[in-house]
């Protein structure tokens, strides 16, 4: 069973950033799309950003710009650098991994952009 432990989130003013990590216990990335969704309390689960096995990284409009996806295979883990964030963007974010045998998704990690 794939485990995707999230970190880096936390409580930042409008205007700054943060790291979001996604690490996995194998290697799950390198070959399978890995995505960042984000969720607000009593909302559907919004996808933000993915990266294809190629690198081709694909993203929501309301990020676009703003956020960036990546990831690092030596390493096992999926970025998203998040930039001139709005409170707009408060939510915990999840990573998945998107594979023929299943999803997996981890536990998330909250950010929070207020002043």
């Known amino acids: 069973q794939v485990q995707l432990v999230e970190s880096g989130g936390g409580l930042v003013q409008p205007g700054g950033s943060l790291r979001l990590s996604c690490e996995a216990s194998?290697?799950?990335?390198?070959?399978?799309?890995g995505n960042w969704y984000r969720q607000v309390p009593g909302e559907q689960r919004e996808w933000v950003a993915n990266?294809?096995?190629?690198?081709?990284?694909g993203y929501a409009d309301s990020v676009k710009g703003r956020f960036t996806i990546s990831r690092d295979s030596a390493k096992m883990t999926l970025y998203l650098q998040l930039t001139s964030l709005k409170p707009e963007d408060t939510a915990v974010y999840y990573c998945?991994?998107?594979?023929?045998?299943?999803?997996?998704w981890g536990q998330g990690t909250q950010v929070i952009v207020s002043p």
């Open positions: 990266i294809s096995p190629r690198g081709f990284a």
């Open positions: 194998e290697n799950i990335f390198s070959n399978n799309n």
């Open positions: 998945n991994a998107n594979t023929i045998r299943s999803d997996y």
